[in-house]
């Protein structure tokens, strides 16, 4: 099967050819056809799976055969859930749209908002944007959804977890009835069946992978270790491993920045990317991080969602996510593209509750290890942490910038009464607002 075979036009083929894209990847042969139909879509797709061109191409084919010859309104809107993804998604469109004759732009908050309202202006077929600068903007009336032909969601399931839904929401309610959805997301919550079911109309389901499956060639490692020790650890990890670009994950806002300090002490390099550093520091370490300015990248979980960074040997779980999906898509970073990839995970007392919970999502038992001079000496969990945990596990974290952010939390997940927007722009009555 070829990218013509699925029917997309020579400008589009010619595209894709010049990015090294030789055979479509399994979800683009699977949706394609369906998108240039018209048809609605509600799949499931893993990071690094190519979902981005799945959805891309045939959107820009239809936009580019059915243009108005003077006017560019609005037609296809992509919603993402963080910047660096919306950044992401805008580049690719960027390049797969070289050959044909569709201007794209792309919206986010945490920078200058006046230049994004002359790119509105100036007119746009195509453009990717976080929802709350998007809305900004709309209630600004420096872009109309009159005319938008094409909604699509991506990583659907993160906008949810985000308290974006009301956003969403209110976003579609300016758009025409009569479009077509494309909804993408990697877990199937009931919340996430809900969201689909008010906005797709007859959806085909698209399913690359079965749910929360990991990638096939990533090793799983787990290193017992003392909470205390983690931090050296990981540097002797690095070091002994020689390791040139890691990404290592944390629970908590703090927590990273702790961290990246103490590995640049130790003579690493080191950036890290969360929600409380400035639109600018993330561009830059996760630019510094690709080119291998960097060697690691310390991240928490929603920061690092949806990046692309392609064949990443080495994964470290600094801390285990006390949602067990999130496992899966941490992991989801390495061993991307069919390479094989390490997804360590240094794990501490406190935390066995949390292993067993992913060993039960990924229904496989993780090997654990113990390395000399770091031989775990707590190893009872805790009484107080196993019980406050008890039927809260699989909540998410409300208190990202904890200072105590090793410890496994087990606040309420935020039902209805959701966060409102990360992007830190003020809203009087909604809920504080979660930022990673
Ligand atoms: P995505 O899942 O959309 O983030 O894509 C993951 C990575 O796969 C990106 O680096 C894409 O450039 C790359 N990619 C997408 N489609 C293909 C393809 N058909 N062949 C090879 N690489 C691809």
């Known amino acids: 099967m070829s990218f013509k075979d699925l029917g997309l036009s020579d400008a589009l083929v010619k595209a894709v050819h010049e990015k090294g894209y030789t055979v479509p990847s399994p979800i683009q042969e699977k949706a394609i056809p369906h998108i ?80 994004q309202i002359a790119t509105l202006r ?15 903007l709309h209630n600004q ?35 025409p009835t009569k479009r077509q959805n494309l909804m993408f997301s990697a877990t199937f919550s009931n919340d996430i069946k809900k969201l689909a079911s008010g906005i797709l109309r007859n959806p085909v389901y698209v399913e690359t992978a079965p749910q929360n499956s990991t990638a096939k060639k990533v090793t799983h490692k787990v290193y017992k270790v003392d909470k205390n020790k983690k931090t ?14 890691v990404l290592i994950f944390t629970r908590t806002k703090h927590g990273a920045n702790k961290l990246t300090e103490k590995l640049i002490k130790a003579g690493i390099s080191a950036a890290a990317i969360h929600g409380n550093k400035s639109q600018g520091a ?5 630019k510094n991080f690709k080119d291998n300015t ?68 990924l229904k496989e ?8 001079g770091f031989e775990p000496t707590d190893t009872d969990p ?17 208190s990202g910038n904890s200072s105590q952010g090793n410890k496994p939390k087990s606040k309420p997940h935020f039902k209805g009464n959701k966060p409102s927007e990360p992007s830190g722009r003020g809203r009087n009555s909604a809920p504080k607002k979660k930022r990673y």
Request: glycine letters at 8%; aromatic letters at 6%; a positive charge.
């Open 382 to 398: 805790p009484k107080r942490a196993a019980s406050q945990s008890k039927g809260s596990f699989g909540k998410k974290n409300n």
């Open 232 to 245: 050296e650890f990981t540097i002797k990890l690095i070091k002994d491993g020689n390791w040139n670009q």
């Open 36 to 115: 240039l139909e018209g048809k609605d879509i509600l799949a499931s797709a893993q990071t690094g799976t190519g979902k981005t061109a799945g959805f891309t191409l045939p959107v820009l084919q239809h936009l580019a055969a059915t243009k108005h010859p003077k006017y560019r309104p609005l037609r296809a809107l992509v919603l993402t859930p963080t910047r660096e993804l919306a950044a992401q998604v805008h580049d690719n469109v960027r390049e797969y749209s070289k050959y044909v004759d569709i201007r794209s732009a792309v919206i986010f908050g945490g920078v200058n908002a006046k230049p």
């Open 141 to 175: 009336k420096a872009v109309s959804f009159k005319r938008v032909e094409v909604l699509i969601l991506d990583e659907a399931d993160r906008m949810l977890d985000m308290g974006f839904v009301r956003d969403i929401n209110k976003i579609i309610s300016f758009m």
């Open 294 to 361: 960097i060697k690691i990248l310390v991240a928490t979980d929603i920061a690092a969602r949806g990046l692309d960074i392609p064949l990443l040997p080495h994964v470290v779980n600094f801390e285990l996510p006390n949602v067990p999906e999130d496992y899966v898509h941490r992991i989801g970073r390495t061993g991307r593209a069919g390479a094989a990839g390490e997804a360590i995970s240094l794990v501490c007392s406190e935390e066995s509750e949390y292993q067993s919970e992913i060993e039960k999502l």
């Open 365 to 372: 038992k993780l090997k654990s290890t113990i390395v000399e």
């Open 122 to 136: 100036s007119g746009v077929d195509i453009l990717v944007a976080t929802p709350g600068r998007l809305l900004d």
């Open 282 to 286: 993330r561009t830059k370490a996760l």
